[in-house]
């Protein structure tokens, strides 16, 4: 795991260089899309260099990691629509190139397994962005949740619907209580993962992702188990790191083989 304590605008530049060698390289390049604050600022450097440095998305693909269960198909907290706000639409994805699980499915069950098979169809995925919760969730993983699971239909705990209230106008009851997401077994399944963590609100979690015991407690421990993951933190996320000046000294002084 490497762990990288940098400004927000700096972990954002990073996360976007990690993107822009994947699709500047890959053929067929996939990406692993997060909703939520987190990666905002990464989308924001993407839009950026496709409308100045003519980066291009047009022969790449992109899986969300999670929707709502039951938002009304207009509703602008649909994940599907978030990411089209934030993203999609500022660049040049080619139609249909970005998916999202169909929370609105009649089956959600049939539903979530027709996204692992549309991830497995497309090669998987090549570079996955994350966000974490409070509570140590990643996607939708919610703790308790088996550090094997696929896509599939989860509970919403009151934590993370208050945390998510502040995009429905502060009003908890109005986050739905179920979603569908990929599961940590299906996230760990892409190739590198890039997880971007700001604020003193994240620093327990974070210190238990990178520090904690793998434990279903703390469903974001599973990344230790994964080979390829970059962390990118902020001082006050990373306030609560007993391996905070080490991670500091590695990066001082990287060597120039060793990639992000
Ligand atoms: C949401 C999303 C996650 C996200 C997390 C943190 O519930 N489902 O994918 O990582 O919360 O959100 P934020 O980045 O806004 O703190």
């Known amino acids: 795991m490497d762990v990288v304590v940098a400004p927000g605008p700096e972990a954002a530049r990073i996360a976007?260089?990690?993107?822009?060698?994947?699709?500047?390289?890959?053929?067929?390049p996939?990406?692993?899309?997060?909703t939520g604050s987190?990666?905002?600022?990464?989308?924001?450097?993407?839009?950026?260099?496709?409308?100045?440095?003519?980066?291009?998305?047009?022969?790449?693909?992109?899986?969300?990691?999670?929707?709502?269960?039951g938002l009304p198909e207009?509703?602008?907290?649909?994940?599907?629509?978030?990411?089209?706000?934030?993203?999609?639409?500022?660049?040049?994805?080619?139609l249909g190139a970005v998916q999202?699980?169909?929370?609105?499915a009649e089956d959600l069950a049939q539903a979530a397994a027709d996204y692992e098979r549309a991830i497995a169809e497309a090669g998987g995925v090549d570079v996955q962005l994350l966000g974490i919760g409070t509570d140590g969730?990643?996607?939708?993983?919610?703790?308790g949740s088996s550090l094997a699971s696929r896509t599939r239909i989860k509970t919403l705990t009151e934590q993370t619907r208050r945390d998510n209230a502040r995009f429905f106008d502060?009003?908890?009851?109005?986050?739905?209580?179920?979603?569908?997401?990929?599961?940590?077994?299906?996230?760990?399944?892409?190739?590198?993962?890039?997880?971007?963590?700001?604020?003193?609100?994240?620093?327990?979690?974070?210190?238990?992702?990178?520090?904690?015991?793998?434990s279903a407690m703390w469903p974001a421990t599973v990344l230790q188990m994964h080979p390829h993951v970059t962390v990118l933190v902020d001082d006050a996320a990373a306030s609560r790191l007993q391996l905070g000046s080490y991670f500091r000294e590695v990066r001082a002084h990287k060597p120039g083989w060793q990639p992000w």
Request: proline letters at 5%; hydrophobic letters at 45%.
């Open 137 to 143: 969730h990643i996607a939708f993983n919610e703790p």
């Open 100 to 104: 999202a699980p169909d929370g609105n």
């Open 170 to 214: 502060g009003d908890v009851d109005a986050v739905p209580r179920h979603c569908l997401t990929q599961g940590l077994g299906t996230i760990l399944e892409a190739r590198h993962l890039v997880l971007l963590a700001s604020g003193v609100s994240k620093a327990e979690a974070v210190h238990q992702m990178i520090e904690g015991p793998v």
């Open 30 to 34: 996939v990406l692993g899309l997060a």
């Open 74 to 94: 207009e509703h602008p907290e649909r994940y599907r629509h978030v990411i089209e706000r934030e993203l999609a639409e500022r660049v040049d994805f080619a």
């Open 38 to 69: 987190s990666p905002l600022a990464v989308y924001e450097e993407l839009a950026r260099r496709h409308a100045e440095e003519g980066l291009s998305f047009a022969h790449a693909r992109a899986f969300l990691l999670d929707e709502y269960v």
């Open 16 to 28: 976007a260089d990690i993107v822009e060698r994947a699709l500047r390289t890959k053929e067929q």
